[in-house]
């Protein structure tokens, strides 16, 4: 039942929370799953999926910036909290879901490229 008071919410939300740890990390942890699919669907262009080789297993998928813009001069953000934000800012193009494999290959042939012994 919801409390009127907010902070009366908070505080017996925090007791569950304390007198309930496991289910708590639990409940945690699916949400957290859930965040991460949601995330990966979303620039898996409707698939939990790598959008170069189809590769489908959540564990090895991860987040890419298409133009290679990752940080800039903000503080990057990395796992739960970049997804907290690519969700909280409506999803920003400019992203692509990658598996681990693809994402590294394309980091490989952009340091190849950018490389100072590459240069004419
Ligand atoms: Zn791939």
């Known amino acids: 039942m919801p409390y009127k008071n907010p902070e009366d919410q908070r505080n017996c939300e925090r007791r569950w929370r304390q007198n309930n740890p496991k289910q708590n990390r639990t409940k945690t942890n699916r949400c ?9 669907t979303y620039y898996g262009g409707g698939k939990v ?9 959540a564990r090895g998928l ?4 298409i133009n ?6 903000k503080r990057k953000k990395l796992g ?3 997804y907290r934000q690519l969700k909280r800012s409506g999803f920003p193009p400019g992203y692509q879901t990658l ?3 693809c994402n590294q290959i394309k980091e490989a042939e952009r340091r190849r490229q950018t490389s100072p012994h590459n240069r004419k």
């Not at 957290?32 to 990966?40: S, T, Y």
């Not at 290679?68 to 001069?73: C, E, S, T």
């Open 49 to 57: 999926a790598c959008i170069q080789c189809g590769f489908s297993d």
């Open 32 to 40: 957290n799953l859930v965040l991460k699919l949601m995330v990966l």
């Open 80 to 82: 739960l909290n970049f």
């Open 99 to 101: 598996c681990a494999n």
């Open 68 to 73: 290679n813009n990752a940080g800039g001069n």
């Open 62 to 65: 991860c987040i890419d910036h």
